[in-house]
Protein backbone atom coordinates (compact mmCIF):
# COMPACT_ATOMS: atom_id res chain seq x y z
CA UNK A 1 0.00 0.00 0.00
CA UNK A 2 1.74 2.84 -1.65
CA UNK A 3 0.40 6.33 -1.04
CA UNK A 4 -0.70 7.66 -4.11
CA UNK A 5 0.92 11.03 -5.18
CA UNK A 6 -1.28 13.41 -4.21
CA UNK A 7 -1.02 12.26 -0.36
CA UNK A 8 2.75 12.95 -1.04
CA UNK A 9 2.19 16.21 -2.27
CA UNK A 10 -0.62 17.26 0.61
CA UNK A 11 2.15 15.98 2.92
CA UNK A 12 5.14 17.90 1.48
CA UNK A 13 3.02 21.06 1.28
CA UNK A 14 1.79 20.42 5.13
CA UNK A 15 5.34 19.99 6.08
CA UNK A 16 6.04 23.58 4.14
CA UNK A 17 3.44 24.92 5.47
CA UNK A 18 4.56 23.82 9.26
CA UNK A 19 7.99 25.48 8.40
CA UNK A 20 6.49 28.31 7.53
CA UNK A 21 4.47 28.69 10.83
CA UNK A 22 7.86 27.30 12.48
CA UNK A 23 9.74 30.99 10.84
CA UNK A 24 6.91 33.38 11.81
CA UNK A 25 6.57 31.89 15.40
CA UNK A 26 10.53 32.08 15.75
CA UNK A 27 10.69 35.89 14.46
CA UNK A 28 7.38 37.03 16.89
CA UNK A 29 9.31 35.26 19.51
CA UNK A 30 12.45 37.17 18.40
CA UNK A 31 10.60 40.06 18.68
CA UNK A 32 8.89 39.62 21.61
CA UNK A 33 12.71 39.10 23.28
CA UNK A 34 13.90 42.32 21.15
CA UNK A 35 10.94 44.45 23.08
CA UNK A 36 11.21 42.71 27.00
CA UNK A 37 15.07 44.00 26.51
CA UNK A 38 13.99 47.15 25.44
CA UNK A 39 11.70 47.12 28.65
CA UNK A 40 14.06 45.72 31.01
CA UNK A 41 17.00 48.77 29.88
CA UNK A 42 13.83 51.73 30.25
CA UNK A 43 13.62 50.20 34.17
CA UNK A 44 17.57 49.84 35.07
CA UNK A 45 17.29 53.41 33.76
CA UNK A 46 14.10 54.44 35.33
CA UNK A 47 15.55 52.62 39.01
CA UNK A 48 18.85 54.95 38.23
CA UNK A 49 17.46 57.50 38.01
CA UNK A 50 15.10 57.02 40.95
CA UNK A 51 17.74 56.63 43.07
CA UNK A 52 19.17 59.84 41.91
CA UNK A 53 15.89 61.95 43.02
CA UNK A 54 16.09 60.51 45.97
CA UNK A 55 19.97 61.58 46.23
CA UNK A 56 18.72 65.07 44.89
CA UNK A 57 15.43 65.02 47.67
CA UNK A 58 18.13 64.19 50.57
CA UNK A 59 20.32 67.19 49.49
CA UNK A 60 16.87 69.65 49.45
CA UNK A 61 15.78 68.39 52.89
CA UNK A 62 19.08 68.90 54.55
CA UNK A 63 19.43 72.59 52.99
CA UNK A 64 16.21 73.22 54.21
CA UNK A 65 16.92 72.22 58.03
CA UNK A 66 19.95 73.92 57.70
CA UNK A 67 18.29 77.06 56.73
CA UNK A 68 15.63 76.87 59.49
CA UNK A 69 18.38 76.09 62.02
CA UNK A 70 20.10 79.59 60.54
CA UNK A 71 17.24 81.14 61.14
CA UNK A 72 16.48 80.17 64.31
CA UNK A 73 19.77 80.63 65.66
CA UNK A 74 19.60 84.48 64.52
CA UNK A 75 16.58 84.98 65.92
CA UNK A 76 17.64 83.32 69.60
CA UNK A 77 20.74 85.85 68.76
CA UNK A 78 18.71 88.73 68.18
CA UNK A 79 16.54 87.36 71.19
CA UNK A 80 19.07 87.20 73.87
CA UNK A 81 21.24 90.58 72.56
CA UNK A 82 17.82 92.39 73.06
CA UNK A 83 17.85 90.84 76.44
CA UNK A 84 21.33 91.54 77.21
CA UNK A 85 20.69 95.55 75.95
CA UNK A 86 17.55 95.64 78.12
CA UNK A 87 19.80 94.38 81.13
CA UNK A 88 22.60 97.25 80.43
CA UNK A 89 19.61 99.69 80.32
CA UNK A 90 18.49 98.47 83.83
CA UNK A 91 22.09 98.37 85.23
CA UNK A 92 22.58 101.90 84.10
CA UNK A 93 18.86 103.14 85.37
CA UNK A 94 19.39 100.90 88.57
CA UNK A 95 23.01 101.84 89.59
CA UNK A 96 26.10 99.46 89.89
CA UNK A 97 23.74 96.95 91.93
CA UNK A 98 22.23 95.44 89.20
CA UNK A 99 25.21 95.28 87.11
CA UNK A 100 27.22 93.25 89.58
CA UNK A 101 24.05 91.14 89.85
CA UNK A 102 24.90 90.46 86.66
CA UNK A 103 28.32 90.03 86.46
CA UNK A 104 27.60 87.12 88.80
CA UNK A 105 24.84 85.50 86.71
CA UNK A 106 27.03 85.51 83.82
CA UNK A 107 30.13 83.65 86.10
CA UNK A 108 27.69 81.12 87.22
CA UNK A 109 26.50 80.21 83.23
Known amino acids: ML ?5 IFRFA ?6 YKLQETVR ?3 GAL ?7 EDRLIRIEAEQGQVISEA ?5 SAATII ?6 DAVT ?3 RVEEGISRLAAANGSR ?3 HDRDLRRTM
Open 3 to 7: PSLGQ
Open 13 to 18: RDTQDL
Open 27 to 29: DAI
Open 33 to 39: DNRLRAV
Open 58 to 62: KSAAT
Open 69 to 74: ASSVMS
Open 79 to 81: RVT
Open 98 to 100: ALH
